[in-house]
């Protein structure tokens, strides 16, 4: 994925919601002033200034339509406003003790510092979630995981900063660093581990769980085997794939089926196995850490560059 298109992926592209339904754990998208419940379009701006505010891009469910063919999982997908949070479906839901297990909450494309600036995006930060880290409706063994999806400068290698708030977050551990080696599948990967649910079948599967999480549940760290390959990749160029206007390889790529058995011992959903079993995709899913990037494409995948 290289551009900001209005994407959709096919209904047999499974996500972590299929995942947490499998054990019925609740969960929503929270995004920042999205005009209404289950909005499906690419952008919604401020309608006083003009400027971005709402964008499809920053909304991962919105983009499947596993997601967006089924009312109720549409209406999982709200808003939240600090505009006016009387009107905000995040605060009302806070205010009810109705929020869910699991949350993934997006800011606007100011207060996220994609076009503003990090100290703008860090105080949006505090003003929002500072108040909920003392608010009993929120702090009921929750942890934070507050990212980003990428740096500033296409020219660095992505390496981006991953903070971890919360009451469940051992006191012991509170002002520490984790050198683990973690990535954007460690964030289904842990809850994955957490709740016991099963697997995509795709790069969560090797992925590294949240180390303070992974003790409980008896899930291994691993580390790169070549700390010089490690440091070859770059995570800041595409691969060819079905997302990617440049050309190459268009084919959707399947679910590693034989992952099923992995190292951890979750399964992959059962679902995902009835549906992929008699495909002839391709794959290039692995039981490990060591995800591919544009430099070091999977085989079959390589980018094309533009003329």
């Given at each position: 994925m290289e551009n900001d298109g209005f994407l959709r992926a096919p209904r047999n592209v499974s996500t972590v919601?299929?995942?947490?339904?499998?054990?019925?754990?609740?969960?929503?998208?929270?995004?920042?002033?999205?005009?209404?419940?289950?909005?499906?379009?690419l952008k919604y701006k401020n309608q006083k200034t003009g400027a971005n505010d709402y964008v499809r891009k920053h909304n991962p469910a919105i983009m499947h339509d596993s997601v967006t063919y089924s009312e109720h999982r549409l209406s999982q997908i709200k808003n939240l406003s600090m505009i006016d949070t009387s009107r905000s479906l995040f605060h009302q839901d806070l205010k009810q003790n109705k929020l869910p297990q699991w949350m993934f909450i997006t800011p606007n494309m100011t207060s996220d510092g994609h076009d503003s600036s990090v100290t703008t995006a860090g105080k949006w930060c505090r003003t929002f979630l500072e108040p909920l880290l003392h608010d009993r409706n929120f702090m009921q063994k929750t942890l934070v995981l507050v990212t980003?999806?990428?740096?500033?400068?296409?020219?660095?290698?992505?390496?981006?900063?991953?903070?971890?708030?919360?009451?469940?977050?051992?006191?012991?551990?509170?002002?520490?660093?984790?050198?683990?080696?973690?990535n954007h599948y460690s964030e289904i990967a842990t809850v994955s581990a957490n709740w016991n649910l099963p697997t995509l079948g795709r790069w969560d599967v090797g992925a590294n769980v949240y180390k303070?999480?992974?003790?409980?549940?008896?899930?291994k760290l691993r580390?790169?085997?070549?700390?010089?390959?490690?440091?070859?990749?770059?995570?800041?160029?595409?691969?060819?794939?079905?997302?990617?206007?440049?050309?190459?390889?268009?084919?959707?790529?399947?679910?590693?089926?034989?992952?099923?058995?992995?190292?951890?011992?979750?399964?992959?959903?059962?679902?995902i196995?009835?549906?992929?079993?008699?495909?002839?995709?391709?794959?290039?899913?692995?039981?490990?850490?060591?995800?591919?990037?544009?430099l070091f494409p999977p085989k079959g995948y390589e980018p094309v560059e533009e003329e």
């Open positions: 919601i299929d995942l947490l339904e499998t054990r019925g754990i609740s969960w929503a998208h929270y995004q920042e002033d999205m005009p209404y419940t289950g909005f499906e379009g980003w999806d990428e740096n500033e400068k296409y020219a660095d290698r992505n390496n981006i900063l991953g903070i971890l708030l919360g009451d469940a977050v051992p006191r012991r551990l509170r002002g520490s660093e984790d050198k683990t080696f973690y303070f999480v992974a003790k409980k549940t008896g899930d580390a790169w085997r070549s700390k010089q390959q490690l440091q070859a990749m770059h995570w800041n160029w595409s691969y060819a794939g079905v997302f990617n206007e440049q050309g190459g390889n268009k084919a959707w790529p399947k679910p590693n089926l034989a992952l099923d058995k992995c190292q951890h011992g979750r399964p992959i959903l059962q679902a196995k009835d549906a992929y079993k008699h495909s002839d995709a391709p794959t290039y899913y692995e039981d490990s850490i060591e995800v591919p990037d544009g």
